[in-house]
């Protein structure tokens, strides 16, 4: 049955440029044309446009065409790995908000283990610590986001528990995609020790990507759903 393009873009509520994106995007199967020029869209079709805008709220655009390619190049497995990895991200983000949380409520992030003598942390220990990579650090440092003491004998990063918290916040914010004037804004709020609107904030944060997961679940059925329209298209 050929579908027409208005009635699929009604149905999705985007327009029918949209449409014609992706199928120049090449994120779903090639499109026949009729005698008289206009495309022709299949019920496999329509599966594809409703995975795609299923899978866009939780996975973006990048992501999903990404899975679209590969499942038109019939690499599912490919393609749902795509999908873990994301998730797995995804909760890793989770994590770290609640790690957040926690260290903006207590009134120092208690990261030291009993007996060192040592002042600061380097920033392997803060690494593994927040879960965040050091390169990702070394780069928040360089943008003025926090700043770092150094060790006066070695030269080394030496992280104090207020910078902790700094890192923390930071990657929460940006994982919940928040402007940088804002992730400033909340870093001088927690040096000038006003840490009510952070911990507000990063709760918003947690709230955004529990969001994430259930669009990111959305997507995963909408994909299920899709195979499962193209085994049975293929057995007829």
């Given at each position: ?9 009604r ?11 992706y ?6 199967p ?10 022709i ?20 655009m ?8 590969k ?17 797995a ?14 260290a903006l ?12 003598r ?21 780069h928040?440092e ?12 070695n ?12 890192i923390?916040?930071i990657?929460?914010?940006?994982a ?6 804002i992730?400033?804004r909340?870093?001088k709020e ?5 840490v ?5 904030t ?16 959305r ?9 499962e329209?193209?085994?049975?298209s293929?057995?007829?």
């Open positions: 049955m050929n579908i027409r393009p208005i009635d699929i873009a149905k999705l509520h985007i327009s029918t440029t949209a449409l014609r994106h199928e120049d995007w090449k994120i779903i090639p499109v026949e044309r009729g005698a008289n020029g206009y495309r869209y299949t019920q496999v079709h329509v599966g594809y446009f409703e995975c795609i805008r299923a899978m866009n709220d939780g996975f973006g990048q992501l999903t065409s990404k899975v679209m390619k499942i038109i190049r019939g690499e599912t497995d490919e393609a749902l790995w795509l999908m873990s990895g994301s998730q991200a995804l909760y890793q983000d989770k994590l770290i908000a609640e790690k957040t949380i926690k409520e207590s009134e120092e992030i208690h990261t030291v283990q009993p007996g060192r040592k002042k600061g942390m380097t920033i392997g220990e803060v690494s593994e610590l927040t879960m965040i990579p050091s390169s990702a650090i070394r928040w360089k943008m003025g986001l926090i700043a770092i003491e150094r060790d006066k004998e030269g080394y990063r030496s992280f104090s528990p207020a910078n902790v918290r700094q923390l916040i990657r929460t914010l940006k919940a995609v928040w402007s940088l004037d992730i400033k909340i870093i927690i040096d000038d020790n006003h009510e609107n952070a911990i507000k990063a709760r918003e944060s947690l709230h955004f990507l529990n969001q994430m997961n259930l669009n990111q679940l997507g995963a059925s909408c994909l299920h759903k899709l195979l329209l193209l085994k049975e293929d057995s007829k």
